[in-house]
């Protein structure tokens, strides 16, 4: 059993930042891939960034330049720093990890909401 808790959503005005954070606990075997996804409302779930062991990390084209991606390898915890917000970022945003053994998990989600 694998759990992902999520936090640091919330309301922000345009141009303004948040940094979600991903903790994971339980059974973790190798980790594979991090990642971040949203979900805007009437949308299907988008990829935001990936961030893969050893591999190149990846952005929504959305979210180049103002978005990074990091993790703490200690703290199996993965971080989405989100700069100069836009109305747009607004959704559900939820971390998902992937490991060797071929599992993959979900966060529950937490709120961003960017409106002034």
């Known amino acids: 059993q694998v759990q992902l808790v999520e936090s640091g959503g919330g309301l922000v005005q345009p141009g303004g930042s948040l940094r979600l954070s991903c903790a994971a606990s339980?059974?973790?075997?190798?980790?594979?891939?991090m990642a971040w996804y949203r979900q805007a409302p009437g949308k299907e779930r988008e990829l935001v960034a990936t961030?893969?062991?050893?591999?190149?990390?990846n952005y929504a084209d959305s979210v180049k330049g103002r978005f990074g991606i990091s993790r703490d390898n200690a703290k199996n915890t993965v971080y989405l720093q989100m700069n100069s917000l836009k109305p747009e970022d607004t959704g559900v945003y939820y971390c998902?990890?992937?490991?060797?053994?071929?599992?993959?998990?979900w966060g529950q989600g937490t709120q961003v909401t960017v409106s002034s």
């Open positions: 998902n990890i992937k490991m060797t053994n071929g599992g993959s998990y």
């Open positions: 339980g059974s973790i075997f190798s980790i594979t891939t």
């Open positions: 961030k893969p062991v050893g591999g190149i990390i």
